[in-house]
């Protein structure tokens, strides 16, 4: 609203020089890559016993942990060593690819902390890793192949964050460790799960998707997705944008609050705003598909220890843990049920 009465449109629509929805989106860009390097200065103990190891120094080994701290840090050094052979066999820019791997990683472990320390089932970023390079450099100073192969791997791994398996992984690993389960027994469920899934999904995929119609089986994955992934590649392309001046304004300026309110929120016990909700406030999920029933649920929580105090917080809690189980129940019965009955059983894609 005050941007409309400053005379900006719709998101931002009609702005020449200053446009508000850009810059939100670069300071929750910023706020997400400051919780990144919170999460990793708060766990540098951990990954220093984890590191430490490769030089042979003894490492503190969890028994509950689903891998020894040695195992870990050789499998990020591994792993790191074969993206970046396959970067150079594709001819991406070893500068632009490091500077999109450290974007990516950041936003995947800001998002591992949305998911495991505020339960939030559809953790996103209103700009990802590759529109920052963009934005930050322009699209003419980046190599065509590499502006290419950027947007190759922004689909699939770098745009859909509730794809991404290291928040859920990350989550799983933190419910495995209250519940005091072993450590190996967890790893070997959850190569067996990756495993199956990798030999199972893409045979389903292709398979009802020729039978039924890949339109009717999925929407947005064999008809908008490319749209979306290859159109502005082609614009930039065609007609290279220009670096934004306000870029590092926005990033600086999302850090430097998120950095605040983490500081006041782990100060102060009275001050109650939780610096993950500023992360997700313009976000598509938030504003699309979450920010009413978060309200609703907010005002419940505010009434009941209101007026209750939290002796009738603690008595109604369960019931509404109730009634998001039962709804997951119910969700899964009609999955399996209404095919039975020639029902057909819709979920939207990014349901």
Do not use: Q
């Amino acid at each position: 609203m005050a941007f409309t009465a400053l005379g900006y449109g719709h998101e931002g629509f009609g702005a020449r020089v200053f446009n508000p929805t850009t810059f939100i989106a670069y300071e929750e860009s910023g706020a997400a890559l400051m919780l990144a390097l919170i999460v990793l200065w708060r766990s540098r103990g951990y990954l220093a016993n984890a590191f430490g190891s490769l030089a042979g120094r003894p490492a503190v080994r969890d028994s509950l942990a689903p891998m020894s701290p040695r195992s870990a840090a050789l499998g990020l050094v591994c792993s790191s060593v074969v993206l970046v052979g396959w970067a150079m066999r594709a001819g991406i820019d070893l500068t632009f690819f490091v500077l999109l791997m450290a974007a990516f990683l950041g936003y995947s472990v800001a998002m591992a902390r949305l998911v495991a320390a505020g339960g939030v089932y559809v953790p996103d970023v209103s700009v990802h890793a590759r529109e920052v390079l963009v934005a930050a450099r322009g699209a003419a100073s980046i190599p065509a192949a590499t502006l290419t192969m950027m947007t190759v791997l922004k689909a699939p791994f770098m745009s859909l964050y509730k794809l991404n398996l290291l928040h859920f992984t990350l989550n799983d690993f933190k419910i495995t460790h209250s519940a005091r389960l072993p450590g190996r027994l967890v790893a070997v469920c959850m190569w067996a799960a990756i495993l199956l899934m990798m030999a199972i999904v893409p045979w389903v995929t292709l398979h009802y998707a020729y039978r039924h119609g890949a339109l009717n089986f999925d929407w947005w994955l064999f008809r908008d997705c490319g749209g979306w992934e290859f159109g502005p590649l082609v614009e930039d392309l065609r007609a290279p944008r220009p670096a934004s001046s306000f870029l590092l304004a926005g990033l600086a300026t999302g850090a430097g609050v998120m950095l605040l309110l983490t500081w006041l929120h782990s100060r102060f016990i009275w001050f109650a705003i939780s610096p993950l909700g500023f992360v997700l406030g313009g976000t598509w999920g938030m504003v699309a598909r979450m920010w009413a029933s978060a309200f609703v649920a907010w005002l419940l929580v505010f009434l009941i220890r209101r007026f209750g105090g939290l002796r009738l917080y603690r008595t109604v809690r369960p019931a509404f843990l109730g009634m998001v189980v039962g709804h997951l129940v119910m969700m899964g019965l009609r999955s399996l049920v209404d095919p039975l009955f020639g029902i057909t059983f819709h979920l939207a894609a990014w349901e």
